[in-house]
């Protein structure tokens, strides 16, 4: 189920969208990125007053909803790629937080995000709605048990870290250089205890004096972004040797993929 423009318009890039349902009070914007679809092969409907407030999820609905294809795919797809850096979910409940996390991954240029059996399914429409379309730009694996998944993700050869609000190596200290795969837990408890076996080591942001935890999809992002920092600049530590020239280097470089 996708809702509003935005993400429509990343679900027709991505060749996704099977029916577009029209609100009459859709703009030119809508009305326009459904003709795109119309000729993209799509089904194009129009709604009488009232039917998208009563299917959609959201209080204010938007004036055009979708139907895409599931752009999910199995785990054993991700043994065939060079992969880099994936997130894991593991327990990961809260449906927004699981859409930031699939911005931050999308933008970072993660290679894919993996929802284990007990997170949120990243094709929820609150999720969805949440990525502004970016679970459409970056592969998505939905369920495995958690302790299985992390079973596969070594056998591909990267090292297993899990997130910890306090404990773990300083993530600025962790080598992103080498294919990694970050497991993100429970918004509350943390990565479950029973899959430390499964770990190579934990990292941790700092945080000031105070401070509990951080919000799973802000943590997720400010590791994603270390990783890609570390990579344009292409040194290991880079980040301990002095954080502006690093920015300034990294400034002049080519982010992955472009």
Partial sequence: ???????????????????????????????????RCLDSGARVFELEAGVAARVSGTVTPQPVLAVA???SVPLTALGEADLRLVLVCADVRDPGNAGTLLRSAAAAGADAVIACDGSVDLLNPKTVRA????????????GGDPAEVL????????????TAARGGTDYLEADWDEPVAVVLGNEARGVPAELGTRLEGTVTIP???GSESLNVGVAAAVICFEALRRRR?????SARRGGREGGS???GGTLPGS
Avoid: C, W
């Fill in 69 to 71: 294809a599931d752009p």
């Fill in 131 to 142: 990525s502004a379309g970016a679970v459409f730009r970056v592969p998505v694996v939905n």
């Fill in 207 to 209: 945080m000031a004096a």
């Fill in 1 to 35: 189920m996708v809702e509003g423009a935005k993400v429509l318009a990343e679900a027709l890039s991505a060749g996704a969208v099977e029916s577009v349902y029209l609100d009459p009070a859709a703009g030119a914007e809508e009305r326009d990125l459904a003709q």
């Fill in 151 to 162: 079973d596969s993700l070594g056998s591909f050869g990267l090292t297993r870290l899990g």
């Fill in 233 to 237: 600049v292409g040194s290991p530590g």
């Fill in 249 to 251: 280097r990294g400034a």
